[in-house]
Each structure stands twice: as structure tokens, then as C-alpha cells.
């Protein structure tokens, strides 16, 4: 069956985001007197949306006033600085090109919130997407299939017409959860040992192979 409509995963699938939400996380860890992180650890806490990112990468035992207040510090900076070492992974830009020209929808899906999903979105790939759904009031995060039904409703394509596509275990519960085919893409932030561990069957190693995917 043909695919009409694509929906990307944002970190580590569409882009490569890993160094501005670590100078991000440690402008705030370093701000309120707190260890930093490495860019491995920042990479294994990236999934689960802006909270529970700050949540790994806090000490346990603090306040939940002061995390409120690390969270909202975290969230302007990266508000001013997401742009600065993000870039999208070699090929993704022909890929979305491609797919433009073949008329196939593209939707994003992302737990970052609602925002700085457009932001990013925007500024790397205008005119080349249809839809950006993130984090906000109105759309529970993955793996909750909200998102993904929200897309596919607002594009009027059913979900067996629908392929999604990212790099993590969250984004497999996603597409189980509602229904729709997910693929797990090699070039993100888990590799394939443990993907397949969490329920991913089928893999990509590359984003122009995508194309073939589609059909």
C-alpha cells in the first residue's frame, strides 16, 4: 500500500540536537552549583520530553520548587541558544525534498514542547514539513498515541497509510500504542542491540532509504 503521509521523530531522528541540549543542561546544572553532564549521559536521558530530561540530569533529593526554577532556567536557555550546534543528519534534507516532490504528507512529532518543536522545525526545514506536534496541554507526550492521531486527523490520512519513523524505545510504544507502522532509524541516540530489545523489528541505516521504504 502506498504511504501518504511520513511522520519523523525530531532528536535524533530528523536532527541532531545532542550538543545544544548540553550546553543547555549544563548552563543550568552549572548555574545552581550542580555537577554537570557529559554528552553520553545527556544522550541516554533524551526521550521522555524537557522535564524528564532535567529530571536525569538533577540530583534526586532536590525540591520540587527548585526544580521548577532548573527547569525554567533550562527552558529559556535553550529557547535562545537551540540552534547554535543543531544540524540535520546527511541526507535528511534531500530525503524531505524528495518526499515533498512525490506529494507525501510529513508530520513531526516530538516531546520537546509545543515551541521549541516549531522552532527547530522552522528554522531547519520551512516549507518542507506539514505539521509539528509537540508537548503542551492539549497532546499527551509519547509514547501516548495522541500525537500521532492528532496528525493524522488534522491531515485527513488514515493510519495504515501512515508510516513513523525514530531513533528511540519510546518511539516504538508510540506507534504500537496508536496503531501505526514505526520504523527505528540506526543514525539516533540507541543503537540497534537495544532497540531490538524494546520491541523494534525494522531498522534503517540511512535516511535516503526511507525513499524505498515509502514505496
Not at 16 to 40: A, I, K, M
Not at 178 to 202: K, P, Q, T
Request: charged share 25%.
Amino acid at each position: 500500500m502506498k504511504r501518504r503521509l511520513v511522520i519523523f521523530d525530531l532528536d535524533g531522528t530528523l536532527l541532531y540536537t545532542l550538543e545544544d541540549l548540553l550546553n543547555s543542561v549544563n548552563f543550568t546544572l552549572d548555574l545552581f552549583d550542580y555537577e554537570t553532564c557529559t554528552l553520553e549521559e545527556v544522550s541516554s536521558y533524551v526521550g521522555n520530553g524537557i522535564e524528564q530530561l532535567m529530571r536525569r540530569a538533577l540530583p534526586t533529593n532536590i525540591s520540587e520548587k527548585e526544580f521548577a526554577l532548573c527547569l525554567a532556567c533550562f527552558k529559556d536557555h535553550y529557547s535562545k541558544h537551540c540552534c547554535e550546534k543543531t544540524r540535520p543528519y546527511p541526507g535528511m534534507m534531500e530525503l524531505l525534498q524528495l518526499l515533498k516532490s512525490r506529494d507525501i504528507k510529513v508530520g513531526v512529532l516530538s516531546n520537546k514542547y509545543q515551541e521549541a518543536a516549531e522552532e527547530v522545525c522552522e528554522h531547519y526545514f520551512a516549507g518542507l514539513y506539514d505539521i509539528v506536534v509537540g508537548e503542551s496541554e492539549h497532546c499527551r507526550k509519547k509514547p501516548a498515541p495522541d500525537g500521532i492521531n492528532m496528525i493524522c486527523e488534522k491531515l485527513n490520512i488514515p493510519k495504515d497509510e501512515t508510516l513513523f519513523f525514530g531513533d528511540s524505545e519510546v518511539d516504538v510504544k508510540t506507534g504500537d500504542n496508536a496503531g501505526v507502522y514505526c520504523v527505528s532509524v540506526l543514525w539516533g541516540y540507541r543503537d540497534r542491540e537495544f532497540l531490538a530489545n524494546n520491541g523494534a523489528h525494522v531498522f534503517v541505516k540511512n535516511p535516503l532509504d526511507i525513499a524505498d521504504i515509502i514505496g
